[in-house]
Each structure stands twice: as C-alpha cells, then as structure tokens.
C-alpha cells in the first residue's frame, strides 16, 4: 500500500503546480481535469512499479529487479556490503514496514534501496546475507564512540539564525506572483492601503518587510524541521547522522570518503560565535554524497574538541598567511565596482539615488572583512583555506584528498605581485572548488611546492599565524 | 536532411585521407611523426609547447566563436531602429567594440595564447602553464587522473589536431591543439602512467 503514498508525496509538487498555473486565466475545470489525470497516470505507474518491483537473495547476492519498459538490475554481492541501514518514516510505521538501505564498500557505485518491506523479510536477508544490520539506535547505544545530539536551544538558535534567504525569498516571490495573478496589483494596493492606511513608498517598506519576514519564517520552519533531533555518532569506519522531525533521514558517511572538512561561520551567526560543519564527501546518493551538514550548530571553543572526537584526521593547527597590506586595494575593488554596478542600474530604473552610497558604504565594508578573514597554508600532510564570500568559511583538507592544485596571477595582481590558490576535492560525483585570493606572490612556489611531486623547492619560513584559530580558545593551545 | 547530406561527403573524404595515410608505406608514415617530434618546441625548463598549428586554428576558431556576441549589438540595433524609445549609439559603441575583439582573436590573441603554453607530463604528475590575462598554473598528481581522452572538433580537424583531456575525481582538464600523433601518444602516456601509479597504491 505505501506505494499509493509514495506517489502522492511525489504527485504535492505537481498538484501544486498545476493549481497555481491553471490560475492563470484558464478555466477551472481544466484545472481539476489536469490535476485527476495526473494522479491517475502516477498512480497507475506507482502501481505498475510496485508490480514490477521485485527483491531476492541468490547465490549469495542480493538481487534487485525493477522498471517496466527499462529493465534495471541491480546485483549486490555479499562481500562488497558493508552493512544493511534499516529505517522507517511515518508512513512505513503507520503500516509497520521498514526501508532498508544497503551501504557498499567503495564508492564507485550507488547504493542499493528497498523502500518499503516487512520487518520479518528485512531480518530474512540480514540472515541470508550475514551482513552486519543497524537501526537507527543500535549505533548510538552499542558503541563507546562520543555522540553529539542537538539540543533543543540549539536547533532555535540554528533556525533562527539559518537566513538562507536566497531560496526563501524565490519562495515568496512566486508566491507573490501568483498572488498577483488572482487578485490585481490595484486591488492588493487599494487592500494594504486600507489596512495601513499609507502611500506608495509605504506600501513597498510594508512589502519588502513582510516578504523578508516571510522568508525568515519559512528558513526557520525548513531547519527546523531538517535539523530537529539532530544526532551525530560514531564507530572506527564511519560518521553516523540521524535527523529530520516527521521523515527521519539517516546518512552514513564513510571516513575514507570524507574528501574535506568545511567550517562554516554565517553572518548572521558568526557575531555570536556559533558556526556549521560540513564535510565534502566522494560517493554516490542523494544523501551519502557531495556538502553533508555534519553538524547544524557549534560554538566555535567546542570545535576543536568536536573535531578531535569525530574528525581527527582534520583537528590540526596550522601555520598560514594573509594577504598583504597591498592586497587590500584589490579586495575592494573586487567587491566595490560589480555591487556599484548593480546598485546604479537598479537606483536608475527605481529612481532611489540614495541606494548607491548606502550600497557603496555596505560592499566597502564586506570587502573589508573579505580583505581581513583570507588565509590558507598547509604543513605536511594538511591544508587549510579561509574565504569569506557572505558566510566564513575554512575549509581543511589532505594533500591526498587534492584532486588538482592551481596557483594564478591575473594582470592586475602581476602587477602588485599577488596571486590566488585554488584547490579542487572531489564532492559527489564532480568537485568542490576552494580558493583565496590576492595573497603575496612567494606563496606560490610554496604551495607548488608542497602539492607537487618536487619537494626539493625552497621553502621559506612563512610569516606567523597559524588557522583555524578556534583553537586559541581550546583546551591545547600552544603558541 | 540538408546538413546531413552536406556532412556526409565530408566525413568520407575524411575517413578516406586517414586510409590513404594509412595505406603508405610504413617508413613514410613513421617520417612525419619523426620529424613533429624533431621539431617539437620546449621551453628552458624542458616543457613542451603545444603545435604551432594551434595559432592559425584559433584564428579561425576564436573569430567564428567571436560572432556570437555580434548578435548582442545587431539585437539592440534592430530594436533602437524599430523604436523611439532606445537610444541608437549603444549599438555601435557594441559594434566597434566587438570588432576589435573579433580582430584580436584572428590576429594577436592567439599567438599570445600559444606562446604561454607549456605543458610537461611525467610518471608523476601532469604540470600545465597557460593564460593570457590571468596566468594559471595547474598541478595534477598522475594518481589522481581517471581517464584521459582524446578530442577532436570541426576546426582543429581541418589542422589536423586534437585536444587531450585529463579527468580526476574532482575536475576536468585540457590541453588543447596537439598535432594528432603527438596527443595520441599523450594519452596512451598519461594513461599508462596513471595506471602505474595505481597499481603501487
């Protein structure tokens, strides 16, 4: 049965397209028309899917058959699984089913899923596979690793804090556009000004201010909902994430496929001191691969513990430089003339002048801060890279996980001896690329030098500073 | 069905030079390989140059890319002309603009391009120098390269070049313009490599 809920989950995307199109000036009944077709074409290929569904054991494999006009088979042998995830999200339990997630050694293929089967066949192909089986609780409880788990407080502060206003705000601008189309703009306008009772120029503070609530509020309620009950545990293979309030989604994340570790302070939440961790991940899935939050919030004095208890390889402290004073100039410019740009163009069309200086004041000062946080240097094995685009981020990483390593000088910095290092780690199925910019020409044959196979280059002692600078707040510093 | 059937011609006069090539005798066929490899330019520190050939052939690519960006100042054009509302003198400050650039790239900007290049592989990594405004150097472990292709386009066809492509896990790269026997024996020499590489791992 959980195949007819499956696709109507699938099918609320849709349905809610199609009401909000049909709007626009067709006739109702095409509307209802549209949406009663479409839920019986998937209910008809849901149904069909499920007929055509099939699992075995066979040889010591486990056998996956399914598609209607494609064939697709999927053979996983024994000795390539590494271990059977079993879950169940409301609708599995409603109907007392699990889902079973086969995790494979090795990235090179995805992973291998059963959406919905009784508990007594799951603990049949544990039996027949002999593979190692886990439930959601049985990792958290059986080991002595740490467990990190969110608290309630937390996940406020996460929520409150999200601001992933980008995508909120396209929410609410179509929203917004589709409001606009059953009711006219003098009619919503004749409505705000009865209600506030202002002018034009009101009106539009009352819109952006609503819709900037309105996005808050929807990035609130998403993290809260992705994030709630947060767990993170551990055993001597793999990191372990449990979350989510009504679908509980499990990722289990490989170490050796842990491709780089990203430390993320959003502007919003860096004044407090709090700060995000990702890891870039090689593999396949749409979870278990690419940017995994591996934990929602942090303060940044608990990351060097949290670090050295989930993420050892990267709890180092490293020596690396700035950019120079001379870089400065170019940060600016870098920053200040696109964000002119756009700031003219829009005071244009909109007739607010007043928008370029305030725009002009605002990209001076982010250019600052870009210019202050850029750093990167490396030691041995390790490297490490700070940039700030909107958010901080630092981002450490192996030499051995550096899939390409590129140091480049446009004209500008040739001239005022500068140059930027980038670095390329495999996330997902293509790449993760860091860079920071403008740093003192010398640094170049240096990082060359480290990355390359020719470590006879000569080396000379970096200027002091040593990153992630969290530590200066841990329980081991040392100067 | 027009396109086809100008192609069509065109690919079996290709195939056909290739077997005429092919058909030589052994001695002449090896000759001009011998004599690229003679020729073969490297710079003070013994990397490798890409083939001359590729300065023409950016002509003649870059300068039919460059077309494209006509359509923006055409497109203008034909709107200020059509109505009151936009001023005329935007098209042709576009147009002037765009003229030069398409001048550059049939005239200085690929040789410039050409004379930054340098590439250098050996049995542990792949080490690429190039760029004309921002000058990029590229360090590829040998252990990191998945594959290695070959690549050939309308144009470097015509010049009788190809383009290697190296891919790691994380990004892609290309070394553009070879002569066709000397990307071959590129990518069957970073492939061996790679797989050397691999095997002690």
Redo the contacts between chains.
């Keep these: 049965m959980t195949f007819v809920f499956r696709t109507l989950r699938e099918l609320i995307v849709p349905i809610i397209l199609i009401f909000f199109l049909g709007q626009g000036g067709n006739s109702p009944l095409f509307t209802w028309w549209g949406i009663s077709l479409m839920l019986l074409v998937l209910f008809v290929t849901g149904f069909v899917n499920w007929l055509r569904f099939t699992w075995r054991v066979e040889e010591g494999e486990l056998r996956i058959e399914q598609g209607l006009l494609v064939r697709k088979k999927r053979y996983v042998p024994r000795d390539r699984i590494q271990a059977i995830d079993i879950s169940s999200g409301p609708l599995q339990r409603m109907f007392g089913l699990v889902r079973l997630n086969v995790l494979t050694a090795g990235g090179s293929s995805p992973e291998a899923q059963i959406s919905a089967l009784s508990r007594s066949d799951a603990q049949a192909i544990q039996d027949a596979l002999q593979v190692e089986m886990r439930s959601p609780d049985s990792v958290e409880k059986e080991s002595t690793w740490p467990v990190y788990r969110i608290t309630r407080k937390r996940l406020l502060l996460a929520a409150s804090t999200a601001g992933s206003f980008g995508v909120a705000l396209s929410i609410v601008g179509t929203v917004m556009a589709q409001i606009n189309q059953v009711v006219s703009e003098e009619q919503m306008i004749d409505f705000l000004e009865s209600w506030i009772g202002g002018t034009s120029v009101e009106f539009w503070v009352t819109f952006v201010v609503l819709a900037v609530l309105a996005a808050w509020l929807l990035s609130l309620f998403g993290t809260l909902l992705r994030f709630s009950g947060f767990t993170l545990s551990r055993n001597g293979r793999e990191l372990y994430i449990r979350r989510g309030l009504f679908e509980k989604k499990q990722i289990t994340i490989p170490y050796h496929r842990i491709q780089a570790v990203r430390v993320v302070e959003g502007i919003l939440r860096q004044p407090f001191g709090f700060a995000m961790v990702y890891v870039e991940n ?1 593999g396949f899935g749409d979870e278990g691969g690419k940017t995994t939050v591996v934990f929602p919030l942090l303060r940044k004095r608990e990351l060097h513990t949290f670090m050295e208890e989930m993420l050892p390889e990267y709890d180092v402290q490293l020596p690396g430089v700035r950019p120079p004073g001379r870089a400065f100039l170019r940060y600016q410019i870098r920053t200040v003339v696109p964000a002119l740009m756009a700031a003219s163009t829009l005071a244009w069309f909109m007739e607010v002048y007043w928008l370029i200086p305030v725009i002009f004041m605002a990209a001076a000062l982010m250019a600052y801060i870009r210019y202050r946080d850029a750093a990167a240097g490396f030691e041995e094995k390790n490297g490490f890279m700070r940039f700030r685009r909107l958010a901080r981020t630092t981002v450490m990483f192996q030499r051995r996980r550096v ?9 500008f910095q ?1 001239r005022k001896k500068l140059c930027s290092v980038q670095a ?4 997902g199925s ?4 860091f860079r920071v910019d403008h740093l003192d020409e010398s640094v ?1 044959n240096e990082w ?1 030098g480290w ?4 470590h006879s280059v000569d080396r000379p002692e970096l200027p002091a500073g040593t990153w992630p600078d969290w530590r200066a707040d841990g329980p081991v510093y040392e100067t | 069905m027009n396109e086809r059937n100008d192609q069509k011609p065109e690919l079996q006069q290709d195939s056909s030079e290739r077997n005429s090539r092919q058909d030589k005798p052994e001695a002449e066929s090896r000759e001009p390989t011998k004599s690229s490899r003679k020729e073969e330019l490297r710079d003070e520190h013994g990397h490798r140059y890409l083939s001359p050939e590729a300065i023409n052939a950016w002509r003649i690519g870059g300068a039919l890319g460059s077309l494209i960006y006509w359509l923006i100042p055409l497109g203008y054009g034909a709107l200020a002309m059509g109505g009151d509302m936009w001023p005329e003198w935007p098209a042709y400050v576009l147009g002037v603009i765009f003229l030069t650039f398409t001048m550059m790239e049939a005239t200085v900007i690929p040789w410039i391009r050409w004379k930054r290049w340098r590439y250098h592989v050996d049995h542990n990594e792949i080490d690429l120098r190039r760029g004309l405004f921002v000058v990029t150097r590229t360090l590829i472990p040998i252990k990191r390269v998945q594959h290695v292709d070959t690549r050939q386009g309308p144009v470097y066809r015509q010049f009788g070049l190809a383009s290697v492509t190296v891919t790691t896990a994380g990004d892609t790269h290309e070394i553009p313009a070879l002569s066709e026997p000397v990307a071959d024996e590129l990518r069957s020499t970073i492939s061996e490599y790679a797989r050397i590489a691999r095997e002690d791992l």
């Design positions: 090689a899939q390409s390593l590129s140091v480049m000088a446009n004209w040739r390329v780690v495999a996330s293509s790449g993760a690329v170049r060359l990355y390359g196979a020719d």
